[in-house]
C-alpha cells in the first residue's frame, strides 16, 4: 500500500502502526517522528514568512476573506507517487489541508485513491479514527493494541484524580494576539488530568475571547498552547506580549502558574501523543501527584 497523509496527526498514526515504509508523502509540517521529514512533501503552505501571532492572524483572516485554501497541493508529485490511500481531514481549513484542497488534484490521479477522512472533535473520536486508518491500512490489530497502551496511561492519570477534592480552575489558550480558547478534545484532556476548564468547551471549535473574559473567569492556572507551535516557539511569542494589567490581577499571576507546553507535539494534533498531553496537564495541576517521565521540551513555567 502507498499512503499519502494530508496532515501531520495522521502521519504519526501512520507510523504509530508501522507503517513507515507505506508513507511515501507527506506534508511540510510533518516532523514527527523525525524521519517524516524525509518524506517527500506534497502539501505545501501558501502563507507568507511573517511574524508575530497578530501579522499571521491577519494573513489567515485575509486569505479566509477571499474565500481562498492556505495550503498548495502538488499535483505532479502526488500523480508520480501514485497513491493508494490519501488521509485528509474536513475539521479545520486553517489547521491542515482538507477534501477541497485535494480534489482538483485527484480528479488527475488515475486509478483514483481512496481517500480517508479524519475530522475527530473528542478524544473518543480521536481514538477511533486510529483504529480508522489501522483497519483502512490492514494493521487493526495494532491499532487497538496502540489503543490499550493509551487507555492504560489516561487510566492511570484518572484514578490518581480520584481521592481529589478540588479541581483547579484552568484557562487553556490556543493563541495570543487575539486571544483564542481552546476547544474540540483540550477541555476533555484538562478534566482526565483534574483540572476544571473554565471557557473551553468540550467538543467545539476553539474560540475567540477578550483579556476582559478571561481575567472575570479567574483561572488559577494558564497553560500557554499556540496551535502550531512548539515549547520554544509558545514561551518566546508568550514573552513577547503586552498583556493587559488585568491579567496580574488574577490568582494564576499572583500565584506565578502560567506555563506553556509544546502545542503541536502534544494538544493540537489529534493522534497518539494527545496522551502525553494529559499526563503533562497532571503535573501542571498536581506537581505531588502521579509522575511520569515527560520528555524534557514539553512543558516551561513562565510565571
Partial sequence: MRICSFLPSATEIVYALGLADSLVGVTFECDFPAEARLKPVVVESRMRTVSGQAAIDAEVSEFMARGESLYRVNSEKLRELRPDLII????????????????????????????????????????????????????????????????????????????????????????????????????EMVALAGGEDVLGKAGEPGFRSTWEAICSAEPEIIVAMPCGYHLDGAVGEYRSLHFPPALADTPTAAEGRVYAVDASSYFSRPGPRLATGVEILAQIFRPEGA?????????????
Avoid at 492504560?152 to 483564542?180: H, K, T, Y
Avoid at 514539553?298 to 510565571?303: Q, S, Y
Fill in 291 to 303: 509522575r511520569v517521565n515527560l520528555p524534557s521540551d514539553a512543558v516551561e513555567r513562565l510565571a
Fill in 88 to 187: 485528509t481531514q474536513d475539521l479545520c481549513h486553517v489547521c491542515a489541508a482538507s477534501p477541497d484542497d485535494l480534489a482538483p488534484a485527484i480528479s488527475r490521479l488515475d486509478p483514483k485513491p481512496r481517500v480517508l477522512d479524519l475530522s475527530p472533535r473528542t478524544l473518543d473520536e480521536v481514538w477511533s479514527n486510529i483504529l480508522t486508518v489501522g483497519e483502512a491500512t490492514e494493521r487493526g490489530a495494532e491499532a487497538r493494541g496502540l489503543l490499550a497502551q493509551i487507555e492504560r496511561r489516561i487510566a492511570r492519570i484518572r484514578d490518581a484524580e480520584q481521592n481529589e477534592s478540588s479541581r483547579p480552575r484552568v484557562l487553556c489558550l490556543e493563541w495570543f494576539d487575539p486571544p483564542f480558547i481552546a476547544g474540540h478534545w483540550v477541555p
